[in-house]
Structures are given as structure tokens and as C-alpha cells.
């Protein structure tokens, strides 16, 4: 089992790759995992120029040696690189296993849309540095390697299809080419560091786009991290969601255990 | 002449209803200027709940003894209430002169795809308080009460269809029923307060919308107040701009006379 590591977005600090190295090393003796160089490389606000991350992105994506691409890291950036990168992906980048959430979501959409069926949101190697975040690099080394039931959010049922999302960026993806089709999808969303007028704002973008009001119905993990607004917005995130679902027709189905924090479940494109 | 003013987004001042009152009577003799009462109630982050914010836009937009509907301020909430007016306008609505930017961008949006013909970006009553603000106050006027040519972004041909928005309201409303049509029109651009990195996402997000790649070319205004990236973003907006122009085969025109400050020049949508 080999897992190769790029970072489409921002550079990962060595001490995490480290210690996800470590916790592989020790708990899952039959994985190979390899940090690309790339992943290290600092360009302003990026993990190298965007040729760089690119085609790092194709290296690993692209070799039949690797069972699975797992996303180093969220940040910013890989919406920048999601074209090219997608224009370009062979028969060996078909069969893959890919994982990461936040700002990988603009990949994770591309992917989806294009029809590839191992596509799941989920802990990152960088979330080993967040409080409790060992638990979560075990999470995703455990569905990577053995579709680890325990990894999966919860809420998720067999005959259901499923996606997950930070709202923010699927709110930036939507009416382009990533966008994917979900409907019939119970659609899982969270964020983190927005005020909360900017979810109300991206909640009503999201369930105002006709193929969104086609999913199943929206699930609510957590929003963290939340700017005080002033004057206080009145409305906590739950509020704000069910609004919009009452406002669309769309069938709010309750809480979800996906956020930007250790706890963070799997949650697989389509159906597990 | 009588122009009506309310606030589908947050409250204005009253001092700032009373400094614009104050020019209009002085300089604009022709003009009466009404605010209706909704512009000075808040209700947590909105000036009014929904329902209310919706009813004043519709007494002044349904209204045939109004020539014209000038939004009073910005801020964030006309997304929640843009259906529900534009759903109920009657034929005075369509004979209306249409005034505002920022977040009156969605309402600006929906009644051009409506097909509403006097529709403007340009300054509002708000901008009265901005250093040099009474210049914008009297240009806003100017436009509304004669079609002041001198009012106009410098840049606008009278051959050429254009539009202009907030970059991040523009991007909000994409793949939704407020999306206009821009096919061939020249596209302006401004934004406020946004990290460099959002607004880069901003323009992969609108550069990326297919309905947007049929713009005759875009033009970019300021982004000003913009928060300091850390690590720096590496490239100017007029960088980002560019690059996605480049990218997506849109034609870069230049600059243009618009932005959140007391310059901010009109745009009326469609041909001047």
C-alpha cells in the first residue's frame, strides 16, 4: 500500500509530515508513505509556483505505484492549479484513492464531476498538528488502507449517496467546470474563520444554484472559529443553514461530525 | 423628479439622509428626495427583517409617482430578500431608474437579467459620509436627475454594452437566477476589504463561469482597505486580474474609475 502525499495549496511544516510518517511507521506496518518534495516548497502564499504543484500533483496521480493521493494540506490554492491538473490525469490517476477537505474540495469537485469513484473529504496529514490530531491522521490512514468503518461520519447509509464540502469553496465552484452533479446527494458542509454573514451569504449562493436543489437534502457539521460579528448576527450557523433549506426546499437532515478539527469524519463521494 | 430611497442591506445614518436631503434641496431643485422610513430601522446585522426590507423596496419600486429607486447603502442582506421583490414588480418597477453598488449588486443583477433597462452602479446616499463624499452624493444626484455625462466611468463607449459589480458579490451570485446575461459587454470590477487570496479565488471563481467567459473584456476599479496577507500574496490585484484574463481567454481592457471611495464613478448596465 503506498500513499503519495503533494499539497495542491499551501507548504506542510516537516515536524507533521514527521510525525504522520511516524504514526504510519508504527501503527500500519504494510504502508509505504511518501511526502512529494513539493510538499515542503514555499512560494508566497503557496507550496511552489503553480506549474510546481501541478505537476507534482500529476506525479503522484499518474503512477500505478501509488494506491492513493493524499492531500497534505488545505490553505489556498488549489483551485488555481484544478484545470490543468484535470485536463491531464491518465488511467492510473482513475483507480486512486483520494483524500483531503477545505481548499481540496476544488479538486475533490474536479475529480467527482470527471466520474472518478474513490473521492472522499476527510483528515489531512497537517491536522496532526491540531489538539487531538493524531487521532485524526490515524482516521485517515485507517480508511485509506482499510476503508476503517469507525473512519465514517456517522450519519451516512449504505443506499445513500453522499458529498462533503466547506462551504466556502463549494460556494466558489459553483456554475464552473467543477462543479459536480448532486442530485439525489446528501450534502454534508462546514467551515471555519468566516463571520457569519458570509455563511448566510454563501448559503444563500449554494441553495439558490439549481443543481444544488436537486440534492437529497443538507447535513450541517461544524462551522469553528467564527469572527464576532458586530452587531451580532442573531442567527447561529444552524439557523442560518435551516433558513436557506426552508428557503429552497431543500430538506435540512440535522447535524453531521465533519469540521475543521480533529473529530473530523470521512465522508466518501457517492456511496460507501 | 422624485427619487426614493431604501435600504434592502443595512441602515444609513440619519445625519447622512439629512446631509444628502441638505445638497438635493440646494443644488437639485427639481428633486424631491424621499427616504422611507425602512432605511433607518435595524434589526440585528439588517436595516429591517426581510419582510420588511422586501416591502419598502416594493412600495417605492411598485410606486408609479417615483422616477427612481436609489439604494441607500451597502453593507450585506439584499440576496436574502432579491426573489421574493423580484417576483412581485409591476410594470411602474420597470420604468425606474435603479441606482446603488456593493451589496445592492444582487438586486442590480436580477432586475438587468429581468430585463429592467435603467440600471446603474454608482454612489449612494451612504457615500455622502466618505472623506470627499459629498462629490459622490452630487454625482449620484447628477446622474439620476439629468444623466450628468460627467458622472459616467470615463472609460464607457457609447457602442459598447458594460456592467459592473463587486467582485465578491458578482462571485456570490454565479450559477443562480440572478445571474444576467453579460454576453459582449465590457465588465467592471471592484472590491473592498477582501485578503489578496480571496480575491484571486474570486476571479478564478468568476473567470471560470462560462456565462462570464462571454464578456467583451474586463476592466479592473480599486480594491482598497485590503487587510495585509500573511505570507504576502506576491501579486497586486491588477496582477490577479490579469493572470486570470490570461487564463481564461478574457481580454484584459485596463483600469477603470470605480471602487468603495468617493471617486466611484456610474456604470449604468447595458449602453450608455
Redesign the interface.
Known sequence: MRIGVVAPSTPIAREAAEQVTAIAAAEFGEVELVFHPQCFV????FAGPDDVRAEAFLDVANDPAFDALWFARGG?GS??IA?QVLGRLGRAARDKTYLGYSDAGYMLAGLYAAGFGKVAHGPMPADVRRKGGQDAARRGLAWLTTSEVSALDATLRRADKAAAFNITVL?????????PDLSDHVLLLEDVAEYT?RT???M??IT????VRKVAGIRLGRCTEVPQ?D?????TEEEVVRHWCE?SGIPFLGRCDIGHDADNKVVPFGTI
Chains 1, 2 share one sequence.
Open positions: 514555499r512560494h508566497n502564499h489556498y483551485c488555481r484545470e460556494s466558489q465552484l459553483l456554475g464552473t467546470p467543477l462543479q454573514y448566510d451569504r454563501a444563500f449562493h439558490s444554484n439549481p443543481g460579528n452587531p451580532d448576527f442573531g442567527e428557503r
